[in-house]
């Protein structure tokens, strides 16, 4: 079946145009306002360092609500009495139809990371390659390992894990890392985020690498804000803590309150990588990481990001050089 998509301007409230178009028996709305827009940014800035320029584009100047009608005599019918019931002009474009839930997969292809990782999007093969597949289903979770950030981090870890490493994923998302850093030798990886979607998320993609909560266990929490939550993770009470490596591929605003109470979960020669540093903040984070009592032993960087491995001061074998 194809689709009438319907495109309605807000002269005045949002609300009161959803709560008239529905009254007319539309339903499935979505509601683009750049007020909106800008106020879930305000709310949230300390979760992310910039905002792509094609996204604020897209809600630059708009306020309007869309909805769908089926390409057909019902459906059209139902668009003229829209058109009759409100005062203002009404765009409509007509859409294919299409797998809307599955074509997003058509932009996902194995990724090779390091020298012995590869990403495998679940829904494709592994192939021919000597590398260890990581199995992944991204869903609503960030990490795919296609971002700069993720993909530096899990560089860092590739290069500084150690077999049989306890492992903590700080902001885990789609668990990744936590993933990747037992397919590389780690023997028990934990993990916390601040989306209750995480856990489930990080589960799923977990036991597609045939791993169960024994070896990768994933919490919802904000470890900024909760001490009880840092004194379980740290505690001992998740893997046998304190950690060998954390990780942190957040952005700097969360990474430089987080930087001094690293202590809390790093063995004395553990490592704490961060990623997600934007171009601009790299030194903002790399102060922070001094300022807590750590020493920088590596620096990558590409298409603008930054990510970090660190040691506690003193702790920084002579084998390790800075990059």
Same mark, same amino acid.
């Given at each position: 079946?194809?689709?009438?998509?319907?495109?309605?301007?807000?002269?005045?409230?949002?609300?009161?145009?959803?709560?008239?178009?529905?009254?007319?028996?539309?339903?499935?709305?979505?509601?683009?306002?750049?007020?909106?827009?800008?106020?879930?940014?305000?709310?949230?800035?300390?979760?992310?360092?910039?905002?792509?320029?094609?996204?604020?584009?897209?809600?630059?100047?708009?306020?309007?609500?869309?909805?769908?009608?089926?390409?057909?005599?019902?459906?059209?019918?139902?668009?003229?009495?829209?058109?009759?019931?409100?005062?203002?002009?009404?765009?409509?474009?007509?859409?294919?139809?299409?797998?809307?839930?599955?074509?997003?997969?058509?932009?996902?292809?194995?990724?090779?990371?390091?020298?012995?990782?590869?990403?495998?999007?679940?829904?494709?093969?592994?192939?021919?390659?000597?590398?260890?597949?990581?199995?992944?289903?991204?869903?609503?979770?960030?990490?795919?390992?296609?971002?700069?950030?993720?993909?530096?981090?899990?560089?860092?870890?590739?290069?500084?894990?150690?077999? /049989?490493?306890? %492992?903590?994923?700080?902001?885990?998302?789609? @668990?990744?890392?936590?993933?990747? *850093?037992? #397919?590389? =030798? !780690?023997?028990?990886?934990?993990?916390?985020?601040?989306?209750?979607?995480?856990?489930?998320?990080?589960?799923?993609?977990?036991?597609?690498?045939?791993?169960?909560?024994?070896?990768?266990?994933?919490?919802?929490?904000?470890?900024?804000?909760?001490?009880?939550?840092?004194?379980?993770?740290?505690?001992?009470?998740?893997?046998?803590?304190?950690?060998?490596?954390?990780?942190?591929?957040?952005?700097?605003?969360?990474?430089?309150?987080?930087?001094?109470?690293?202590?809390?979960?790093?063995?004395?020669?553990?490592?704490?990588?961060?990623?997600?540093?934007?171009?601009?903040?790299?030194?903002?984070?790399?102060?922070?990481?001094?300022?807590? /009592?750590?020493? %920088?032993?590596?620096?990558?960087?590409?298409? @603008?990001?930054?990510?970090?491995? *660190?040691? #506690?001061? =003193? !702790?920084?074998?002579?084998?390790?050089?800075?990059?």
């Amino acid at each position: 079946m194809d689709w009438l998509e319907i495109s309605v301007p807000a002269d005045g409230s949002i609300d009161a145009l959803c709560e008239a178009l529905e009254a007319l028996g539309v339903g499935g709305m979505v509601v683009e306002d750049e007020g909106d827009f800008r106020r879930f940014l305000a709310e949230n800035q300390k979760y992310w360092d910039f905002v792509d320029e094609a996204l604020e584009a897209r809600f630059t100047g708009v306020s309007r609500v869309k909805f769908y009608l089926p390409d057909d005599g019902a459906g059209r019918a139902s668009l003229e009495t829209v058109r009759a019931a409100l005062t203002v002009p009404v765009a409509v474009k007509a859409v294919a139809d299409s797998d809307w839930e599955n074509n997003w997969r058509a932009y996902y292809e194995p990724i090779e990371i390091g020298e012995r990782l590869r990403i495998v999007p679940a829904w494709l093969e592994a192939g021919d390659s000597n590398r260890l597949p990581l199995y992944l289903d991204p869903g609503l979770s960030f990490g795919t390992g296609q971002h700069a950030s993720t993909r530096m981090c899990l560089k860092l870890l590739e290069l500084h894990l150690k077999p /049989g490493a306890r %492992v903590l994923d700080i902001g885990c998302g789609s @668990g990744v890392l936590g993933i990747g *850093a037992i #397919l590389l =030798g !780690a023997a028990f990886a934990a993990g916390c985020d601040i989306d209750p979607l995480a856990p489930e998320a990080a589960a799923r993609n977990a036991a597609l690498n045939g791993l169960g909560p024994d070896k990768f266990a994933v919490c919802q929490g904000d470890i900024l804000e909760d001490a009880a939550l840092r004194k379980n993770l740290g505690g001992g009470q998740t893997a046998g803590c304190p950690y060998d490596l954390v990780l942190a591929n957040i952005v700097a605003d969360v990474i430089i309150p987080l930087a001094p109470l690293i202590r809390e979960f790093l063995r004395p020669d553990g490592i704490f990588i961060c990623s997600g540093v934007i171009e601009g903040r790299q030194s903002d984070v790399e102060r922070a990481l001094t300022s807590a /009592g750590l020493d %920088v032993v590596s620096h990558l960087q590409e298409e @603008g990001w930054h990510s970090f491995a *660190a040691v #506690l001061q =003193g !702790a920084m074998p002579t084998s390790r050089r800075r990059r």
